[in-house]
């Protein structure tokens, strides 16, 4: 099992859309949202842990 910590930074394009949830089903992925600061039509901010394979991780974070 492969474990990472990531802070993602959206622009206001993007924090509409379920990213972390496309995560975990399309690439197998569990995560742990440690912080966020998402609000609609603004920046948002998101620190979370994400566990799988390596392999699965190199391919979601791409």
């Known amino acids: 099992m492969f474990s ?3 802070s993602l930074r959206f622009p206001k394009t993007e924090v509409q859309k ?3 949830c496309y995560l ?3 690439f197998d ?3 742990n949202i440690l912080n966020a600061g998402i ?3 603004k ?3 998101m ?3 994400i566990s ?4 699965k991780f190199n391919e979601g974070v791409e």
């Open 4 to 6: 990472k910590i990531l």
């Open 18 to 20: 379920p990213i972390v």
């Open 24 to 26: 975990a089903k399309d």
């Open 29 to 31: 992925l569990t995560f």
């Open 39 to 41: 609000l609609p039509g």
């Open 43 to 45: 920046e948002g901010f």
């Open 47 to 49: 620190v979370l842990e």
């Open 52 to 55: 799988g394979t390596k392999k």
